[in-house]
Every structure is written in structure tokens, then in C-alpha cells.
């Protein structure tokens, strides 16, 4: 599509799925009928054109969240890829928050798999309206309507089929068009990607009457005046069914689903006119609202001041840093100065871009609503706002959870070692649950993720998109310290040898508060007794003693501090000698406190053959985890439970050996928890005799 497009005719979408569900595959056949692809590529060829990094194509899972645009029936469609595994949620998040609307796949023979379901959920947290599309019809054991009740019961939702199968399995011709009542019949051979419209096969009328009575009573409930048309005249119109249809979409009341199999190429023309008529556009979503202030709000429109979040920071070895935005108000263009509100700094848009399938188009201004990456901005982290330095706003901010697991990383030779360190801060530039720091101590450079396979991910991409050979350590939970109990006291830091001595006194008070509601410092010093210039430093003393705690020399969370009282010496009160107060006061306090030792428990889904459930409730409980529930899913069992990080080590051997390589598992962390008392000792005798704990 030349030049920008209409607001409503604009359909930012995500496709969401279980990983193998089709995702890949159903990405690049929309690609391929909106014209931009002209090859159909497998994705067992290794050429389908959303894969862009090398190793997702071998791995076959999708890890990074690309947008890519095209036209469909005079309609601008930026898919936004969602990864499917739950070890990168964020990434997930990240693209929910950007899209208006969502595709949900599900395997005709899987159905709604343990995946499947929490990336739903997450989708409704932020409040995605979705059409479903049941693929693989093809395949031996495919069903259809079991599918659709399972979206019902297991997903809570209200699913509407649009269109019924014509056949199933090797016999899918087509589908039938509920709303049109037609027949639409795929061409046969599997390289073909055409249609032709017929009536209704005689023997199913009266199936597909039944189930387009079904799709108007669901849909006009929320349309009184259109319900009441339908119950006295028992009919509507084409036009007014599209409507409802579309009002209970965007309002959430119903999910349209679709069906057929992307591999064979059948059903996904019918499916892409339902992202054209159902999904919202930017114009049926609701303002967007400054994360501190609810007055503050922009339109989704360009006469509104520019507004954009940014959302995806790929490192391109062409182009170097590329950021993709969405942008929610006003227009951007190529060269514009705009205003990162999130960091307070002005930021260059030198050059525009739409990312097609197979080629970049550089445009010269990005409209509200479009999705664009930008080349130039040096600052812009994910989750920045950009806006227009007149008109500041914050967009409410991605949250994201603290890194759970550690390795230690070395560079194999010399010449790796400056790359490597250049790489990796790339690479936390693009993904907020990556951090990397050194440790002075023990001088290593040890990096941060969300999961074992996050991490294992990482090492792999320095390998090959930087060239950066690497060894790493053996992975290490990311602990975390806290107090059950107040306390509070002083500390006098003074110490007179020879010329001028040191002093500093301060009285703190320690609370621990709920989890997740990490730290505060309050002043409550009164009548200058610890004089204002020092406060700042007691402040840094106290979260200087937080960094490594002194019970097993892990990070200490969610305290709150007070000072509230101390003295100072008119000579030897220095900044120095405050932190010093603080922090040995901090520490003397804390230990009082009955500290404790948290670690991060992982929400775990095992699903394997019935058989083999005894062995995998009994390796779960080994694992001081809690099972929480078990489901049966097409002659599978799905066992989820709670289990610390800590006893997930190795835990997929295990698994393939205990069920010959029929079972599998997922696991994303879900919080921290305490560790027993006895197993906390355990662990702090160890970082003791390996000197780290201070
Ligand atoms: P993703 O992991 O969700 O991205 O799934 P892929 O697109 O990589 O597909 C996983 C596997 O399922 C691949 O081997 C595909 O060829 C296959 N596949 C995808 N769609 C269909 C379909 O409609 N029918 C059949 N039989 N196989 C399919």
C-alpha cells in the first residue's frame, strides 16, 4: 500500500499460539496472500520468512517479537510476532501491549494446550480482542467442534464459529461461510492457493442453518435493537450480522473461530477477511492514558500530539540499532527531534521504516496507530515513550519481572573479550529480563535471565549474530534476602587516628512490607540532628548493605528504611562516614530482623501419557513442589504444580527418561517464596566457605 493509511483501515495483530500449533507457518501464508511473499516457503525448508534469526529456523520456535506489514483488501496489517514460549514473557507482553487484536491458533488434534492457555490469559489482561483459527484439519484425528467446547471450558470464553469444515482429515475441502452461506472449496493439490465458491453440500444445510442461528443469537446479544429484529423476523442481514459480529469481537463478548490448515492452504483467506472484519482498528480501542496522571490523555489520532511507545530493540549488523514503535497519536516523521519522556532526553528519528516480509520500505512520516521501526535512536530502551517534547506524556510502562537465573560467562580467547562485553550489553538493550554485571569479587561477568533456555538462547545468539566464543558456568538461582520482622537501633560510626576523624551516627528504622513491594527511605530526621547534606548519604549506605545481604549475600528486597534520628560533628561528619553508619547499621539491624532466604518458584505444566503420571506427581514432590491440579487433554495427562527453580535443574532428562520421551514440560517463574529454614542454613554454610557472604 503506497503512502499512509487510514486510520480504520489499519489492523495491528498478533498471532498467538503453543508452540508447533502453526504459528510460523500460518505467519508466512498470511505474508504470502497479502501479496509481499512470493515463494511459498516450508518451514521445514528452513526459509519461512518470518524466522529472522538463523537459530529459530533450527530450533523451530519463534523467539523474537519482529513486525512485519502488509495489504490485505485495502487494509494495512502489521503482524507483530508473539513468541510462544513462556520463558520469554516479556516478549510476549511487550507485544500484547502494542497490538489491538489477536489471532489465537490452536492444533485441531492438540487444542488448547498448557501454553496456549496463559498466553490467552495474558491477552486478557490486556484486553485483546481475538478471533480463533483451528489449524491442521488435515491431520489424522483433527476435531473441530471438541475444540471449540474445549476454548469454551477451558479458556472460560464464549467461541462463535464463522465458518464450519467441510471434511476433516484428508478429506477438508473447504468451509463453509456462515455468515454468506456458501461453500468455500480450496484448490486439491498442496502447492495450490486457490478458491472457489459453491453452494452448501446438500447434506450439510442443516448443520450449517444450526450453527448460523448460533452465530446471530451470540453476537446480537449485545445489540437490543438488532436482537429484537432477529427474534420477531427470525433473520438479518448480511450487513447487520457483519456488525454484530464485529461490536461483540471488539467488546470481548464472543471470540469468531475459524478453521483449516495453513500447511495445506485452506482456510486462511476466509480467516485474514476476519481480521479485516472483526478485529478492531486503532479507532475502536480507547484512548490511551498517561501511566501517572489520568488526565493526560491522547487520542488515537493524528491531529493529537505525537505519541509512541517503543516496544522492540533489534541490533541489525546493516543498520545497527533498529527500535520498532508503535506510534499511538500524531504523526512522526523521518528526522524528526523527538522527546524520550521515560529518560528525559532527546532522541533523533533519522530514518523511518515499514518492514515488509522480504524488504524495508522507507517512509517519511509514520501516522497514529502505524507501526514503524526507526534507525537512529541511541537511548530508547524498551518500553520508552517518545513524544513530542511540547506535549510530554508517559505511556503506561512495560513491568517486568527480575531475572531468576544466573550463569557466569567467560570469553574463550583474548580478542573475545571486548566483543563480548560490547555484545551483551546489545543484547540487554533488546531484552529487559537479560541483565549482565561483573562481580567484582569473584571477577566474573555473570548474566541474568528468566529460565535456562532464555540464557542458553542468549550464549547461542553471541555465538552467532557477534562472532563471540564463550564458556559459561553452571546455572545458579538468584536468591534473595529479606526480614519477617521491624527492628530499628543505631550505629555510631566514629573513629579518631591522628588528623581529622571520621563520624557519623544515624537511628534506622527496618520494615519488611508485602512482596513485590521492594524498597523505600524515608526521612523522618528532625531539627537538622543529621544535618540534610548527609541524608542522601545514609540513603546510599543503606542500599549499599542492600546489594549483598549480610545473611547469605544476596540482593536484600522489600524493605522500607527510616532515619530517624542521629548526630553529626561539625569536623569529622563527612559523606564518607555516614554511608558507613548506614550501612553497618542497615546490616546490625537486618540480622535481628529473622531473616530469610527467598528463592523463585516456577508454575510448572507436565503433560504425559496416563501411564506414566505416578512417576511425575513422584518427581514433582521430590522436587519440593505442590501439584496443584491435573487435566486430561485428548488421552494425555497435563499435571501443573508449583516447584522451586532450584530442583528444576536437569529436570528435562529426567523427564524423557521417566516417560521414554513421550512427556514434556513448560515452566515460567510465578514468585518468590521462602526457602525452608534447614535447606536456607545449607545454603549459607556453602557461600561461606566459598567466601561470599561479607
Ligand atoms: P510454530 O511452532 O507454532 O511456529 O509452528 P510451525 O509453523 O513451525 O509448525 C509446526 C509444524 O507443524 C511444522 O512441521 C509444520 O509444517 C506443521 N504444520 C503447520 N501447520 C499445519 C497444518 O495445517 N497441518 C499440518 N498437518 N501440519 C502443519
Redesign the pocket.
Known amino acids: 500500500m503506497a503512502g499512509n493509511p487510514q486510520l480504520s483501515r489499519i489492523r495491528n495483530i498478533g498471532i498467538m499460539?503453543h508452540?508447533?500449533?502453526?504459528?510460523?507457518?500460518?505467519s508466512e501464508r498470511i505474508l504470502y496472500y497479502c501479496g509481499r511473499t512470493h515463494k511459498l516457503g516450508?518451514?521445514?525448508d528452513g526459509a519461512a520468512t518470518m524466522d529472522w534469526m538463523d537459530q529459530e529456523q533450527e530450533r523451530?520456535?519463534?523467539i523474537t517479537s519482529a513486525a512485519t506489514t502488509a495489504a490485505w483488501k485495502d487494509h494495512q496489517i502489521s503482524l507483530i510476532d508473539t513468541p510462544?514460549h513462556v520463558d520469554f514473557t516479556a516478549e510476549v507482553e511487550r507485544s500484547l501491549r502494542v497490538l489491538d487484536g489477536a489471532v489465537a491458533l490452536f492444533c485441531a488434534v492438540g487444542g488448547v494446550q498448557p501454553q496456549s492457555e496463559q498466553v490467552w490469559r495474558q491477552s486478557e489482561k490486556y484486553n485483546v480482542p481475538k478471533i480463533a483459527f483451528i489449524?491442521?484439519m488435515?491431520?489424522v484425528g483433527a476435531d473441530f467442534y471438541h475444540v471449540v467446547s474445549r476454548i469454551e471450558n477451558v479458556l472460560g470464553t464464549n467461541p462463535v464459529p464463522v465458518v464450519i469444515p467441510i471434511g476433516k482429515e484428508d478429506s477438508l475441502r473447504g468451509v463453509i461461510d456462515l455468515i454468506r452461506m456458501k461453500a468455500i472449496i480450496f484448490a486439491d493439490a498442496d502447492s495450490g492457493t486457490t478458491f472457489h465458491e459453491e453452494d452448501i453440500p446438500a447434506d450439510m444445510q442443516e448443520e450449517a442453518e444450526e450453527w448460523r442461528t448460533n452465530l446471530v443469537e451470540k453476537s446480537a446479544e449485545q445489540n437490543d435493537e438488532l436482537l429484537e429484529k432477529f427474534l420477531s423476523d427470525g433473520e438479518l442481514t448480511e450487513a447487520e450480522i457483519m456488525k454484530v459480529v464485529r461490536e461483540a469481537t471488539i467488546a470481548r463478548k464472543i471470540v469468531p473461530v475459524y478453521c483449516g490448515?495453513?500447511?495445506?492452504n485452506k482456510g486462511v483467506q476466509p480467516m485474514l477477511d476476519g481480521v479485516v472484519d472483526f478485529l478492531p482498528s486503532p479507532d475502536d480501542i480507547p484512548p490511551i492514558i498517561h501511566a501517572h496522571d489520568e488526565e493526560n490523555i491522547r487520542h488515537h489520532s493524528s491531529d493529537d500530539p505525537m505519541s509512541a511507545l517503543a516496544f522492540k530493540i533489534m541490533a541489525d549488523k546493516h543498520m545497527g540499532k533498529v527500535t520498532f514503535i508503535r506510534v499511538y497519536s500524531g504523526i512522526l516523521k523521518a528526522g524528526d527531534t523527538i522527546y524520550n519522556a521515560s529518560k528525559e532526553k532527546n532522541e533523533r528519528a533519522g530514518r523511518l521504516l515499514r518492514m515488509h516480509a522480504n524488504r524495508q520500505e522507507n517512509i517519511d512520516k509514520a501516522m497514529a496507530g502505524e507501526i514503524v521501526a526507526v534507525v537512529g535512536l541511541s537511548d530508547t530502551r524498551t518500553g520508552d515513550t517518545l513524544c513530542d517534547k511540547n506535549h510530554p506524556i508517559i505511556l503506561e510502562s512495560i513491568e517486568f519481572p527480575a531475572p531468576v537465573i544466573s550463569i557466569s560467562i567467560k570469553p574463550e580467547g583474548r580478542a573475545d573479550n571486548d566483543k563480548m562485553g560490547e555484545a551483551l550489553h546489545r543484547l540487554a538493550d533488546e531484552d529487559p529480563t537479560f541483565t549482565v554485571h561483573f562481580d567484582d569479587e569473584t571477577e566474573e561477568t555473570i548474566i541474568s535471565g528468566m529460565g535456562e533456555l532464555h540464557l542458553e538462547v542468549l550464549v547461542e545468539r553471541l555465538r552467532r549474530e557477534f562472532n563471540v566464543a564463550c564458556e559459561v558456568g553452571r546455572p545458579e538461582v538468584a536468591y534473595r534476602e529479606t526480614a519477617t520482622s521491624p527492628t530499628d537501633g543505631d550505629y555510631k560510626h566514629a573513629k579518631q587516628s591522628g588528623g581529622r576523624g571520621q563520624y557519623g551516627h544515624c537511628y534506622l528504622r527496618l520494615q519488611p512490607v508485602e512482596p513485590g513491594h521492594g524498597f523505600a527511605f524515608i526521612n523522618e530526621v528532625k531539627g537538622g540532628n543529621i544535618p540534610s547534606e548527609y541524608i542522601p548519604a545514609v540513603e546510599k549506605g543503606v542500599i549499599r548493605a542492600m546489594e549483598k545481604g549480610p545473611y547469605a549475600g544476596y540482593p536484600v528486597v522489600d524493605m522500607h528504611v527510616t532515619v530517624y534520628d542521629g548526630s553529626s560533628h561539625d569536623v569529622d561528619s563527612s559523606e564518607f562516614a555516614f554511608i558507613e553508619a548506614a550501612r553497618v547499621c542497615f546490616r546490625n539491624l537486618f540480622m535481628k530482623g529473622s531473616p530469610q532466604l527467598l528463592e523463585p518458584v516456577m508454575s510448572v505444566e507436565v503433560s504425559a501419557p496416563e501411564e506414566y503420571m505416578g512417576s511425575i506427581t513422584g518427581s514433582i514432590c521430590s522436587r519440593r513442589g505442590r501439584i496443584e491440579n491435573m487435566d486430561d487433554l485428548h488421552g494425555q495427562k497435563v499435571v501443573r504444580g508449583m516447584v522451586p527453580l532450584s530442583e528444576m535443574f536437569g529436570y528435562s532428562n529426567d523427564l524423557r527418561t521417566m516417560t521414554s520421551g513421550r512427556g514434556s514440560f513448560t515452566m515460567h517463574f510465578e514468585r518468590y517464596e521462602a526457602v525452608p529454614f534447614s535447606l536456607a542454613e545449607e545454603i549459607i554454610k556453602k557461600r561461606q566457605a566459598e567466601n561470599k557472604i561479607r
Open positions: 499460539a508452540i508447533d500449533a502453526g504459528k510460523t507457518t500460518m516450508e518451514v521445514h523451530g520456535i519463534t510462544g489449524n491442521k488435515d491431520r490448515s495453513a500447511f495445506k
